[in-house]
Nanobody
Framework: QVQLVESGGGLVQAGGSLRLACAAS????????MGWFRQAPGTERQFVAA????????YYVDSAKGRFTISRDNAKSTVYLQMNSLKPEDTAVYYC????????????????????WGQGTQVTVSS
């Protein structure tokens, strides 16, 4: 079992920044691909970003490219999502997820492929 706890959400004005963190416990963090997803009311869960288990590969949804940065600190068992130039359409509950893998450089963007999920943190961007 892996437990994931997100933090860092909140209310911010358009153009502002937030840094989300997801702390993991229970297994060897570096064995997991990590991803960030978001879900707005009435919509399906959407992929935002993913990072390979050693941090060498990253992948972003087009709307996040150039604004969001995913990173990880395996010594702290934590993955981060730095979000800059936030827009009202970024408003959602943000979830981190973990997928066990033996491959070093893969990233995964399909929600159903992930093994563990956090409870989510609310991000609200006002216009």
């Amino acid at each position: 079992q892996v437990q994931l706890v997100e933090s860092g959400g909140g209310l911010v004005q358009a153009g502002g920044s937030l840094r989300l963190a997801c702390a993991a416990s229970g297994r060897t963090f570096s064995n997991y691909v990590m991803g960030w997803f978001r879900q707005a009311p009435g919509t399906e869960r959407q992929f935002v970003a993913a990072i390979s288990r050693r941090g060498r590969s990253t992948y972003y949804v087009d709307s996040a490219k150039g604004r969001f940065t995913i990173s990880r600190d395996n010594a702290k068992s934590t993955v981060y999502l730095q979000m800059n130039s936030l827009k009202p359409e970024d408003t959602a509950v943000y979830y981190c997820a973990a997928k066990l893998t033996s491959a070093d450089n893969i990233v995964v963007k399909i929600p159903g492929a992930y093994d563990y999920w956090g409870q989510g943190t609310q991000v609200t961007v006002s216009s």
